[in-house]
């Protein structure tokens, strides 16, 4: 069945360190990636999405990049701030289907 | 800007009252989820509805839990009786189906004592 892996947390940075968070996936057909952010109190909203194949999301300077070789979506950013402090989800949906498969969060904590 | 509204925010009960939570997805969304989140199980789909209609309720206990979308402006999850391995955070979603984002509430808090 689909599935999503993804790092283990928590994770914990200085500021302006640069962020990976990697993610990988084992889907039939041909998914839409994502990655939703959690901060303290909220619901997970929408941080980028990738729909084929070498396709690159990005928002707010996080990147990921669809890789199909390697099956995975690995979160970026350059330069953390502190108020990137939340829980990253990775996630797929794929054709035919309506719900999302969640990776089951990675907790980053950005120090001062 | 159009967002999922729930309640209630946080709800504090004893074990076996019933439990109501309401989701308004929104307007002209016409794909509705239930999650749940806790620290040791982390975010479960409980159940999700396309056009009103339950395609999928597997993840949820169906002798105790119940969720229905009385019309397309509101869903609702019922727990009865409640437990304390309830106690969670209650998240609903609603999108366009199929590739589309998905769109999270807030949440409702459920402490079961």
């Known amino acids: 069945g689909n599935s999503v892996t993804q790092m283990e947390g928590p994770v914990t940075l200085s500021e302006e360190a640069f962020l990976t968070i990697n993610c990988t996936y084992t889907?039939?057909?041909?998914?839409?990636l994502f990655w939703y952010v959690q901060y303290p109190g909220e619901g997970l909203q929408l941080l980028l999405k990738?729909?084929?194949?070498?396709d690159k999301g990005s928002n707010k300077g996080f990147e990921a990049t669809y890789r199909k070789e390697t099956t995975s979506f690995h979160l970026e950013k350059g330069s953390v701030q502190v108020s990137d402090s939340a829980v990253y989800f990775c996630a797929l949906t794929t054709s035919g289907t309506y719900k999302y498969i969640f990776g089951t969060g990675t907790r980053l904590k950005v120090l001062a | 800007d159009a967002r999922v509204t729930q309640t209630p925010r946080d709800k504090v009960t004893e074990m076996g009252q019933e439990v109501t939570m309401r989701c308004q997805p929104i307007?002209?969304?016409?794909?509705v989820f239930w999650y749940r989140q806790t620290m040791m199980q982390g975010l479960e789909l409980l159940a999700y509805f396309r056009n009103r209609a339950p395609l999928d309720d597997s993840g949820m206990p169906k002798d105790r839990f119940s969720a229905e979308m009385p019309d397309a402006t509101l869903a609702t999850l019922k727990i009865q009786p409640s437990e304390p391995r309830d106690s969670a955070v209650y998240f609903c979603?609603?999108?366009?189906?199929?590739?589309?984002?998905?769109?999270f509430g807030p949440g409702t808090r459920l402490l079961v004592l």
């Open positions: 990738a729909t084929k194949a070498d």
């Open positions: 979603a609603s999108g366009l189906g199929g590739f589309e984002t998905q769109y």
């Open positions: 307007l002209g969304h016409n794909t």
């Open positions: 889907a039939t057909g041909y998914p839409s």
